[in-house]
């Protein structure tokens, strides 16, 4: 079965170090997104594409990267760790024009 | 992308008919509403989606007046498991890509 899977689940990082998140899916969808969750809170978009090659910044993407050199993938970069991106972070995909998301089980991450 | 406003939390029993009412006031023709739940500790999941008047799948129903100003989500019969927060969005189908932004949800109870 089609799907979308993020590694690592969880993660433990100090501040400062550079981090990768990675996602991929298998449904061979064009739009790809990250957004992260804070406790207690609902989901912010951090970045966005619409295709390879195609990224875009969404409500909180200071301090984060992405890349997309394929359909499958959109790894997502913290460029230097700080505590206030302590957070879970989901990755989620949808077709071409359409609304019904698909979302990976996040990724933990404390930085410490 | 317009702006939504939900309950912040709702407390339900086991069996009873759950309404959820989302105000979309500026919403845009080309607009289309969706519906997520999300569980703890796992990503949203997509409910149902509708343009205009009353969508209906095996899961919920969706209310949407002519004016499309707000939309109800109705849950027949919740059960225990129904417990979740779910968001509502808006946002323009049609387009090559959907950003979907969400807001705070609303987080339902349902007692036994």
């Known amino acids: 079965d089609a799907e979308i899977t993020q590694s690592p689940r969880h993660k433990i990082t100090e501040t400062g170090r550079q981090v990768t998140l990675a996602c991929h899916q298998t449904w061979n969808h064009n739009n790809m997104f990250w957004y992260r969750q804070d406790l207690g809170h609902g989901l912010r978009l951090i970045h966005y594409?619409?295709?390879?090659?195609?990224?875009n910044k969404g409500e909180v993407s200071d301090g984060y990267s992405v890349s997309r050199s394929n359909t499958e993938d959109l790894p997502l970069t913290l460029e230097s760790a700080a505590s206030s991106q302590t957070s879970v972070y989901f990755c989620a995909s949808s077709p071409t024009g359409d609304t019904e998301a698909f979302f990976g089980q996040g990724t933990r991450l404390t930085v410490v | 992308l317009a702006k939504t406003t939900q309950p912040i939390s709702m407390d339900s029993y086991e069996g009873q008919e759950v309404n959820i009412t989302c105000s979309h006031n500026?919403?845009?023709?080309?607009?289309?509403i969706t519906w997520y739940q999300q569980f703890p500790s796992q990503g949203p999941r997509f409910i149902i989606q509708g343009y205009k008047t009353k969508v209906t799948n095996e899961v919920a129903s969706l209310f949407i007046p002519a004016d499309r100003k707000s939309s109800t989500l109705s849950l027949p019969r919740v059960s225990l498991s129904d417990t979740a927060v779910y968001y509502c969005?808006?946002?323009?189908?049609?387009?090559?890509?959907?950003?979907?932004?969400f807001g705070a949800g609303t987080r339902l109870f349902v007692k036994a």
């Open positions: 594409s619409y295709g390879v090659q195609d990224t």
């Open positions: 969005l808006v946002g323009d189908v049609e387009a090559g890509g959907f950003k979907t932004i």
């Open positions: 500026n919403i845009a023709t080309n607009d289309y």
